[in-house]
């Protein structure tokens, strides 16, 4: 009996060492990842006074995977061989002399080119845009590629899904990416079905108990579909039944758009490199690339950011964009939990007399994401700043819109989650006809909206503001 207890407690020393010397190590991990001062010192903290919490927390939402390959660089390469041969007819010459540096940026920080020669049509209610989709999907004739962070197992889904398999049997190629965390409450059953009539079907990011701790945190936002190389969707919009139906006290606001051109080549090129991740199956046949015709006259960037990787591509086109606004800068998001460098030139452009717009909804489908979204508007109300929430239902629209000559649409949240810790794609467009027809839609919605009034902000109960900054805590998480 002696001998058990004292190698049970033999046992128990070993294993407080083991995590001892796991714990210390983390801490040291942490400091020489060289991140932001204050994540750095808020991890340590965490690591200190929470122990195994804090362990735990960081194995889920704290590991770095700035250092961490999507895609070899030679596999890379060997992917953009094609849309690089149809490109060279195709980049614009000159581009818009405002965003020379913009579009100098994008294109050397993530291989974004700027395409002349598309067409874009927007969509805000999603029955027309599926509408749309589903007629584009009808037409396709040697392939469709389809991913979206959320495909629910419901009537829409239902519909697409068939849609699909329909197409499947016709002999059309067809690939589907989902997001495992944003889809999970689909069961397996429901993409099996589509496995069976020869689909080809991979979650990104799949979540298992030995994977938990390293992809949880890091999701694949992007919702895209392309069609024989020829048309794509992008946007902020999903598949699944509330996205038709909206919520009992209100509609669902959204912002989609259909691209014709040679920019359909680069959102090629961004699902590739998202298969290539989650299958490890390299496609780069050149009839996935094919030259298409000019469809009209914008000119536009595809612009993809990830966690991986040195640069931040998305959220450092948007600082340069907000930087160089002179007359006006409107924002759509259903999200407000900017990082510190958007922040503060949302403050910047406010304070040097530029129009700074930002519409949110009323109500959000989050109580912790509005409480910590509302804990920033009176910094930058303070600086000038018009909020605006949208009152007509909820805005989960994504849209920025410049001077009249610069709008961006696509998946990208204005929050840390979209800006550091997703995979996300936006079109960056630049066409003062589409500028102005989007421009159109904020006004509309403007007066669907209410302003807040920064005197009356701030006469919110204490308790209520004391809530907001507690939770403003956790925007990173969000």
Request: proline content about 4%; overall charge positive.
């Amino acid at each position: 009996m002696l001998l058990q207890i004292a190698a049970s407690g033999t046992i128990a020393h070993i294993l407080e060492f083991f995590f001892l010397i796991i714990w210390v190590g983390t801490i040291i991990v942490v400091i020489t990842e060289n991140r932001n001062p204050v994540k750095t010192l808020a991890w340590a903290m965490v690591l200190v006074f929470l122990p195994i919490l804090g362990f735990v927390l960081y194995l889920l939402f704290g590991l770095d995977m700035r250092k961490e390959k999507i895609i070899g660089r030679r596999s890379l390469s060997q992917l953009m061989k094609e849309p690089l041969l149809n490109y060279k007819d195709y980049v614009a010459p000159n581009p818009p002399e405002t965003y020379e540096k913009l579009t100098r940026m994008m294109r050397h920080a993530g291989q974004a080119y700027l395409l002349a020669g598309n067409r874009v049509t927007p969509f805000t209610e999603f029955p027309a845009m599926l509408h749309d989709m589903l007629c584009a999907i009808h037409s396709a004739r040697h392939h469709i590629h389809v991913q979206f962070y959320i495909f629910m197992d419901d009537a829409v889904g239902r519909l697409l899904r068939d849609a699909l398999i329909d197409k499947a049997r016709q002999g059309v190629k067809v690939r589907l990416l989902y997001d495992d965390v944003g889809s999970w409450k689909v069961k397996n059953r429901f993409f099996r079905d589509m496995v069976k009539e020869g689909i080809e079907v991979y979650p990104f990011g799949e979540v298992k108990f030995a994977a938990l701790t390293r992809r949880v945190n890091y999701r694949n936002h992007r919702k895209l579909v392309i069609v024989d190389g020829q048309l794509g969707y992008i946007g902020g919009m999903n598949i699944a039944e509330r996205y038709y139906k909206g919520f009992s006290w209100g509609g669902w606001r959204d912002t989609h758009i259909r691209i014709e051109g040679m920019a359909v080549n680069a959102l090629q090129t961004s699902f590739f490199v998202d298969w290539h991740y989650a299958s490890r199956m390299l496609v780069d046949e050149p009839v996935y690339f094919p030259k298409v015709e000019r469809k009209g006259d914008t000119d536009m960037q595809i612009v993809t950011s990830y966690p991986m990787g040195e640069w931040k591509t998305i959220m450092q086109g948007l600082l340069q964009v907000i930087s160089q606004s002179r007359r006006y800068l409107y924002i759509q998001t259903p999200y407000f939990m900017p990082t510190e460098p958007i922040l503060m030139a949302l403050r910047n452009a406010a304070l040097a007399g530029v129009d700074v717009r930002i519409m949110v909804p009323l109500r959000g489908d989050s109580l912790l994401a509005d409480l910590a979204s509302h804990s920033y508007y009176k910094e930058v109300m303070t600086a000038g700043v018009k909020i605006y929430q949208y009152e007509s239902g909820y805005l989960h629209a994504k849209m920025i819109l410049s001077d009249d000559n610069f709008v961006t649409i696509g998946s990208t949240n204005m929050d840390f989650r979209s800006f550091e810790q997703n995979f996300e794609i936006n079109a960056f467009i630049y066409d003062p006809d589409v500028v102005e027809t989007m421009k159109q839609i904020f006004l509309a919605d403007q007066q669907s909206s209410l302003r807040v009034i920064p005197a009356d902000w701030q006469n919110r109960p204490l308790w209520k503001r004391c809530l907001e900054s507690l939770v403003r805590l956790l925007s990173p998480l969000l």
